[in-house]
C-alpha cells in the first residue's frame, strides 16, 4: 500500500505541519468525503456549495489519521495531525502532481466530446500487455477527480491513463499541466456541454489545450478527419502528431468493418491480414479503438498484442452494457452520457440490428445544450428511423421537441412521451416489452434513466 509521511505531504505542498507529536503519522490514502475514511486516510476539506472544513470533527471520528487545512489555524482541532496551506484544492493537485513526478508512470491523458470513457478503458487494455497500469474509475476526469485518480495510483504503475473532462475553458488546460503527458488523445469534437462554449469552435479550442502540459517531446492523437482539429494543429511539428480516421489519409484507418449485435470486427492499413474484434457493437466504437491501437504504437506495444488486448477490454459499467431485462429481453443501457452526436450513432447501431423480437428506444434529454438544444435535438428526430424501430419512448421536457418531430411517422400506440414521474413509464415499459424484445435507453446521467435501467433489470 501507497504511504507517505507527513513530512512528504507538506513538502510536496508548501504546507506546515501542527501537532509536532504526530508527524511520524503515515497516509497511505486520501478522501475528500469525510463519511468515506479508513485509517491512514488524509481528509482534503473542499469549498464548494459547503465549506469542508466544517465536516473535521466527522473525519477524525469516522478514521482520519491527518487533515489539510486552510483557514485559520486557532480553528483547527487540537492534538491532531494539520499540514496548515494556502487552498485546499490547490495543495491536492500540488501532491498529486508531485506523487506522479515520484512514480514517473508513462502518462496518456485523453478527452473528447464523446468516447473517452471508452477510448480509456481500450487504451488501459492495450497498455497492459506491456505495463502495470492504473486508470480514470468512473466520472473521476475532473480537478478533483483528476488528482484522486494520481493519488490512488500504486508505487508501482508504469503507465496510468487519465480522462480530462471539462464543462468550461481552462479546465483541460488545468489538467494538462498537472498531468503532462506523454500522449495526448482527442476522441472527438461534438456537441457536449456546447451550452458553455457557444459553438464547436469554442469546443474545439478548449479541447486542444490538451497539448498544453504535452511533454516536449509528446504526441497528440486525434481523428484527421475533423476539420476544426485539422486547423488547430497546423503549426505544430508533423512528428508529433498522429491521425486516425476512416480515410487513407491518416495514420490508421480501419478497412473490412463488420457489425454484429454484440461484437465489431476490423482489419486496419498498417495490419490488413490481422482480424480486430472488439466485444462491444457499434462502429464508432472502431474510432476509439484506432486511438487506442496509436497510444500501443507510441509505447512499444505490437498490433498483434493489442488486438489480443482489445478482443478482452472490460467497457465502464453503464456504457453500451447489454443486460438481461426482467422477463429475458435484452437491455442495451447507454443511459450514462449522452450528445446529439453519440445518441444519433447509437441509433444508427440500434436500428440495423437483427432480432426476432421488437425493438424498442428509450431517449431521455441531452443536457447542456443551451441555445442549440432545439435544433440538436431535432437533429436526433432525423437520425429515428420508424421503420426500423417497433416502440419509441421518449422522457423530458427536450425530448417533446422529438416527439413533436417523429410522432406522425409512428403508429400512435407505438410512440409515448413521459415527463416528471418516471413510474408511468416503467409501467408502460414493463407492460410492452415482451421477452424476445430488445431495447435501448439512451440519455443525459442527469435525467437519471438509469433509474428506469434498474427497474427493466432481470
Do not use: C
Not at 15 to 34: H, L, M, P, T, W
Not at 212 to 240: C, F, M, N, Q
Not at 301 to 321: D, G, P, V
Request: hydrophobic fraction near 40%.
Amino acid at each position: 500500500m501507497t504511504k507517505w509521511t507527513l513530512n512528504e505531504i507538506a513538502e510536496a505542498t508548501d504546507g506546515v505541519i501542527y501537532d509536532a507529536e504526530n508527524q511520524g503519522v503515515s497516509i497511505s490514502n486520501i478522501s475528500f468525503d469525510s463519511r468515506n475514511l479508513s485509517e491512514g486516510s488524509l481528509f482534503v476539506p473542499l469549498i464548494a456549495e459547503r465549506n469542508g472544513h466544517e465536516y473535521i470533527d466527522s473525519a477524525i471520528q469516522n478514521g482520519a489519521s491527518a487533515a489539510f487545512w486552510s483557514e485559520d489555524i486557532e480553528k483547527a482541532p487540537k492534538n491532531f495531525p494539520i499540514i496548515q496551506v494556502k487552498d485546499t484544492l490547490q495543495a491536492l493537485q500540488q501532491f498529486a502532481k508531485w506523487y506522479l513526478k515520484k512514480v514517473n508512470p508513462k502518462v496518456v491523458g485523453i478527452t473528447g466530446s464523446n468516447g473517452k470513457t471508452t477510448t480509456k478503458d481500450m487504451t488501459d487494455a492495450v497498455l497492459s500487455a506491456k505495463y502495470k497500469t492504473h486508470k480514470t474509475v468512473g466520472n473521476f476526469n475532473n480537478h478533483i477527480g483528476l488528482p484522486y485518480t494520481i493519488l490512488e495510483m500504486p508505487a508501482d504503475t508504469e503507465a496510468i491513463i487519465l480522462e480530462m473532462g471539462m464543462s468550461q475553458a481552462d479546465e483541460i488546460r488545468v489538467l494538462s499541466i498537472l498531468a503532462e503527458p506523454n500522449v495526448a488523445v482527442i476522441t472527438m469534437i461534438g456537441e457536449s456541454h456546447i451550452e458553455f462554449f457557444g459553438s464547436r469552435n469554442g469546443i474545439a479550442d478548449a479541447k486542444m489545450e490538451i497539448i498544453d502540459g504535452l511533454k516536449s517531446d509528446g504526441v497528440l492523437i486525434y481523428p484527421g478527419e475533423e476539420p476544426l482539429l485539422v486547423e488547430r494543429t497546423a503549426g505544430l511539428p508533423k512528428e508529433s502528431i498522429r491521425t486516425f480516421g476512416r480515410t487513407d489519409k491518416e495514420k490508421l484507418y480501419a478497412t473490412d468493418i463488420e457489425v454484429k449485435s454484440r461484437s465489431t470486427s476490423f482489419s486496419i492499413n498498417l495490419k490488413p491480414e490481422l482480424t480486430i474484434t472488439l466485444p462491444i457493437p457499434g462502429e464508432y466504437n472502431i474510432q476509439n479503438a484506432l486511438a487506442a491501437i496509436l497510444v500501443g504504437i507510441e509505447f512499444g506495444i505490437s498490433i498483434e498484442a493489442s488486438a489480443e488486448k482489445l478482443e478482452q477490454f472490460q467497457l465502464t459499467k453503464n456504457r453500451l452494457e447489454w443486460i438481461e431485462g426482467f422477463n429475458g429481453a435484452q437491455l442495451l443501457n447507454d443511459a450514462y452520457n449522452a450528445s446529439p452526436s453519440s445518441m444519433k450513432a447509437v441509433l444508427n447501431y440500434f436500428s440495423s440490428i437483427e432480432t426476432t423480437g421488437a425493438k424498442i428506444v428509450v431517449l431521455g434529454d441531452i443536457l447542456e445544450l443551451g441555445q442549440l438544444s432545439e435544433e440538436l435535438h431535432r437533429s436526433v428526430a432525423a437520425s429515428i428511423d420508424a421503420n426500423s424501430i417497433d416502440h419509441l419512448v421518449l422522457y423530458g421536457e427536450k425530448m417533446g421537441i422529438v416527439y413533436e418531430e417523429v410522432k406522425d411517422s409512428f403508429n400512435p400506440e407505438k410512440i409515448r412521451h413521459f415527463l416528471n414521474d418516471k413510474k408511468p413509464m416503467v409501467d408502460y415499459l414493463r407492460k410492452t416489452i415482451q421477452s424476445k424484445d430488445v431495447v435501448l435507453l439512451k440519455s443525459s446521467l442527469g435525467t437519471n434513466i438509469l433509474e428506469v435501467v434498474e427497474k427493466l433489470k432481470k
